[in-house]
């Protein structure tokens, strides 16, 4: 089996991807928590009245990390770590204030789903933190897939 390097551009897109996904899911199942969908009948998430402000709040919130995505493979390197380090440590607090409110019934829930937000987060710094200062020129990159193949 063949493992190859990947490049950070892609590990991070990735990364961004998943936590996507897990927040869409997230917020879906909230709506699964007794009362939720009545107070949002009622014209109220959390303490908070719905607006079109809030609503355009959230977009920002969710949209961002969609837009990483893309800026993680499409940045130079070095303004694709800086911005990936930034919004990555930032987006910690957001995460974590998803449990501002919650009863200790959901307790476990609120703590697994932030937890696996936090740990993509961690990863996504890491991966940037971690990001190689330079890159192989393509002859020696090429030299080193011919010796691989030759051990196969």
């Given at each position: ?50 607006s ?13 990390p ?39 019934d ?27 200062r ?6 020696i ?12």
């Amino acid at each position: 089996m063949e493992d190859l390097r990947r490049p950070v551009q892609a590990k991070l897109a990735a990364a961004w991807t998943s936590l996507m996904f897990l927040v869409i899911y997230i917020d879906y199942f909230h709506l699964y928590q007794p009362g939720e969908i009545d107070e949002i009948r009622g014209g109220v998430i959390f303490e908070f009245d719905i607006s079109g402000t809030l609503m355009s709040i959230f977009f920002a919130i969710i949209a961002i990390p969609a837009l990483m995505v893309m800026l993680s493979m499409t940045l130079p390197a070095r303004v694709n770590r800086a911005t990936n380090l930034v919004v990555a440590a930032l987006y910690i607090p957001v995460m974590v204030f998803n449990a501002a409110g919650a009863s200790w019934d959901w307790a476990f829930y609120y703590g697994l789903t932030i937890g696996v937000e936090v740990l993509i987060l961690a990863f996504i710094l890491r991966s940037a933190w971690t990001w190689p200062r330079h890159t192989a020129s393509p002859a020696i990159l090429a030299a080193s897939l011919d010796r691989a193949g030759q051990r196969t």
